[in-house]
């Protein structure tokens, strides 16, 4: 298997536009979560999807974030309008079931000017 | 609720010496334990985890940890560190609760190896 592929791997975009960070989930696995990673607040669970569903988005910072899981091997998190505080690697990961291993993909480095 | 506690965000060993990362958690429930390992640039591997059964878990690259209830640690160790280990490491505690999963990670600890 090719592991859960995130795209872009790194972005680069002005304050105020709308960024799109893609996940293609192991093939099999029915969660999805989306992670943020700072120096300063380490990493954060953002949103998970069971089945495509969305269960726990507590962790989404604010309204400009969203997410959608529209099948099995495809998920979104789109920023709008981007601000500078936002530049983070955001990772994705995906399981077989709950409570158990999670696996990551490769990260997007945002970086919003 | 659920946290850990990784004691020491950065550690340094010489090469061929004991490594130790310390982890500390809290869960109402008995937790499923976690130990990934991040290279730069890279997202998160899993090193190993426990679940139920034995409490000495062995995972990839040499290293092994041991989940002990009385004292909430699942401390990390390797008894000969290599430079390719240097990384930083996450641990983490799946709690359960009706109707919600999340698995809640420490902060990392930095480990370095001085040749």
């Known amino acids: 298997d090719a592991g859960v592929i995130q795209s872009p791997r790194h972005e680069v975009t002005e304050m105020g536009q709308e960024v799109t960070l893609r996940c293609k989930p192991i093939s099999g696995h029915d969660y999805l979560f989306w992670y943020r990673q700072t120096m300063m607040r380490g990493l954060e669970l953002l949103i998970y999807?069971?089945?495509?569903?969305?269960?726990?988005d507590s962790g989404m910072p604010e309204d400009r974030f969203s997410a959608k899981m529209p099948n099995a091997s495809f998920s979104t998190l789109k920023i709008q309008p981007s601000e500078p505080r936002d530049s983070a690697v955001y990772f994705c990961?995906?399981?077989?079931?709950?409570?158990?291993?999670?696996?990551f993909g490769p990260g997007t480095r945002l970086l919003v000017l | 609720a659920q946290s850990v506690t990784q004691l020491g965000s950065h550690v340094s060993v010489s090469e061929g010496a004991l490594v130790l990362l310390r982890c500390n958690y809290s869960?109402?429930?008995?937790?499923?334990l976690f130990w990934y390992v991040q290279y730069p640039n890279q997202g998160l591997q899993l090193l190993l985890k426990?679940?139920?059964?034995?409490?000495l878990v062995k995972g990839i690259n040499g290293f092994e940890a041991e989940f002990k209830k009385s004292e909430t640690s699942f401390h990390l160790t390797k008894p000969s560190a290599h430079m390719s280990d240097a990384a930083e490491y996450f641990c983490?505690?799946?709690?359960?609760?009706?109707?919600?999963?999340?698995?809640?990670f420490g902060k990392g600890t930095k480990l370095s190896v001085i040749p």
């Open positions: 426990y679940t139920t059964g034995a409490t």
């Open positions: 990961a995906s399981s077989s079931s709950r409570r158990e291993t999670q696996y």
């Open positions: 999807f069971n089945n495509n569903v969305p269960i726990d």
């Open positions: 983490a505690v799946a709690g359960s609760g009706a109707g919600s999963y999340q698995l809640t």
């Open positions: 869960s109402s429930v008995p937790p499923y």
